[in-house]
Each structure stands twice: as structure tokens, then as C-alpha cells.
């Protein structure tokens, strides 16, 4: 019983300690979380907007009778959309327009802290919209971006939330991703033998932007094999030394660097921004500033305040 006491306290204690100094540190990394979020996602919708209609309209590229056939009957989507307000007379050109109209201004309201939960789940509602209309297209930032928006709906940065039992989650969800990710890596053998790496950075559509030269890498496979166990090694222990506070600096700064070489390699800019920015949020201690100190629930309740 006194385990299962101490269990229980313990988990309160982790998810809803009170303290003003970490209620604080939380609070700040979950508005950074939320203008991050915000920018990232704004920018990656304004990179297809000239290709907006072809994408996403009921006449695009990807015929929108066959990306239907793989979306459930009740779920939500853009050209569904389309199609439904053309029953009562507004056209497909105007639904697209509006749309972008008002995907943008929730964006500028959430980087913004306007309305901050509305404007991430109208963002949230748009941005499903998007990926599940045509999911060819999708990948991982957009699922990533999904689940960060879900997480600024429930996280209140005003200044009275509670931010940390998000920011908790937050955490869970990272290390559970990457020890999972590091396990699937490490059961096979392409990122034992460096197979995983070479073919990576030798895909026709990556490395366009840059165009490094890697053929002389040919003459030393070991470098492959030293980068895919680094990989494993980071994703697999990520969970229990990035919460460690010994090593939390060392194993954040390993798993920005790796995302870090995906964006600059393989040309995923926004979805290595989007992992960088879900673990800086995460763990990354944004102590306050000097000049505002933090008052204590001690001070608060002697009435101290300088």
C-alpha cells in the first residue's frame, strides 16, 4: 500500500508539481512550442500555395475519385469539402480561396496568442483536411504537426494554465516515438551494415539542394556503419538519458544535431524543424529572464512581492 501511495504521489508530483518556478520554465516553453508550431506551419502551407488547387482541388493532379477510395466515408476532407458547399452554390474557386484565407489568419492568431486553443483547432480541422484528401502526399511532419496542434488545444499558455502536464505528455510522447523508431531500427540489419544510410543519401529526390558529392564515402563503409548506430543508439536511449539531467544536455543536442543532418541532407527542412522544435520544447530549460524573477508561492502567500 505505502508503494502504491509513494507510486501515486509520485506521478502527481510529475505531472502537476506546483512549484512557481516550474510552472514558470513550463509555461515558457509551451508559448515558444505554440509561435514555433505556428511559423512552421505557415510556412509550409505557403511553400505549395501556387499549387494549392492541383494539390487539394476536385480536379487535381491526383484524380480526387481515386484518392477517396482509401479515405473513410465520414471523414473529413478538402475536396469533400468542395463538393458539399457546391450543393448550395458556392463554387470550388471561392471554397479554396476562403480556405487559405482562413488558414492563414488562425495561423497569425496562434503565433500571435490570440484565441490561441480556437486558432489551433481550426488549424487542426484545415490541416486533417489537407492530409486526408490526398494522403499520397503526406508524411511525417504532417502527422507531427497534427499532433502538435492537438497538444496547443489542450495546453493553456494564458497566465493562469497549468502548462506542464502537456508539456509532460509532450516528453512521454517524444521518448516513446524515438525508443520505438530505435527499436525497429535495431531489430533489422540495414542500420547494422550502414545499407540504411547509403541508400538514404542517394535517393534521386534527396540532397538536391546542396548536392554534396558522398561517391568518395564508397572507399569507407565504416562511416555508414558508425552513423546508423549512432542513430540507434540516439532514438533507442533518447527516452532515459534525455531525462537524466547529467546527460539531457549532451542527448538533446545529439538528437537536434541527427535532425539537423536529415534537413541539410535529405532536404526534409520542415519536418527536421518540427522534430527540433518538439524537443526543444520538451526539454530545453527556458529559465526565466533576470530582470523578471520568479516569485515563489511562499512569497506570494507572505504577501512579498519586490
Not at 512552421?40 to 481515386?66: C, E, K, R, Y
Not at 512521454?172 to 533489422?188: N, P, R, T
Not at 530545453?284 to 515563489?296: G, L, M, N, Q, R
Request: hydrophobic share 55%; net charge neutral; aromatic share 18%.
Amino acid at each position: 500500500m505505502n508503494l502504491a501511495k509513494k507510486t501515486y504521489a509520485a506521478l502527481v508530483n510529475f505531472f502537476f508539481a506546483n512549484d512557481a518556478a516550474t510552472r514558470t520554465e513550463s509555461l515558457r516553453a509551451l508559448r515558444f512550442f505554440r509561435v514555433a508550431v505556428g511559423t512552421i506551419v505557415l510556412l509550409h502551407f505557403f511553400a505549395i500555395h501556387q499549387d494549392f488547387a492541383d494539390l487539394f482541388g476536385t480536379n487535381g493532379l491526383i484524380p480526387w475519385d481515386v484518392a477517396d477510395l482509401y479515405v473513410a466515408d465520414l471523414q473529413l476532407t478538402l475536396p469533400r469539402l468542395i463538393i458539399f458547399l457546391e450543393g448550395y452554390g458556392v463554387g470550388a474557386n471561392a471554397t479554396l480561396f476562403w480556405f487559405q484565407v482562413l488558414f492563414y489568419g488562425a495561423g497569425v492568431s496562434l503565433i500571435f496568442g490570440f484565441f490561441p486553443r480556437i486558432s489551433a483547432l481550426v488549424l487542426l480541422l484545415l490541416q486533417v483536411s489537407m492530409v486526408t484528401g490526398i494522403g499520397f502526399l503526406a508524411y511525417g511532419v504532417d502527422f507531427f504537426t497534427s499532433m502538435a496542434l492537438f497538444y496547443l488545444i489542450l495546453a493553456d499558455t494564458g497566465k493562469n494554465g497549468h502548462p506542464l502536464p502537456v508539456r509532460r505528455t509532450l516528453q512521454l510522447h517524444l521518448g516513446i516515438a524515438y525508443f520505438f523508431s530505435g527499436l525497429v531500427k535495431l531489430l533489422g540489419f540495414n542500420w547494422w551494415n550502414g545499407e540504411s544510410i547509403w541508400k538514404a543519401i542517394n535517393l534521386p529526390y534527396v540532397n538536391r539542394d546542396f548536392a554534396f558529392d558522398f561517391t568518395w564515402l564508397a572507399d569507407y563503409p565504416f562511416v555508414f556503419v558508425a552513423i546508423g548506430w549512432a542513430t540507434i543508439v540516439v532514438e533507442l536511449f533518447h527516452p532515459f538519458f534525455i531525462t537524466w539531467k547529467k546527460t539531457r544536455t549532451f542527448w538533446l543536442l545529439a538528437t537536434v544535431g541527427m535532425h539537423f543532418g536529415i534537413a541539410i541532407v535529405m532536404n526534409l527542412y520542415y519536418f527536421s524543424a518540427m522534430m527540433i522544435v518538439w524537443n526543444l520544447a520538451a526539454y530545453h530549460c527556458f529559465e526565466p529572464e533576470k530582470s523578471s524573477p520568479v516569485i515563489s508561492t511562499a512569497d506570494l502567500n507572505r504577501g512579498v512581492i519586490a
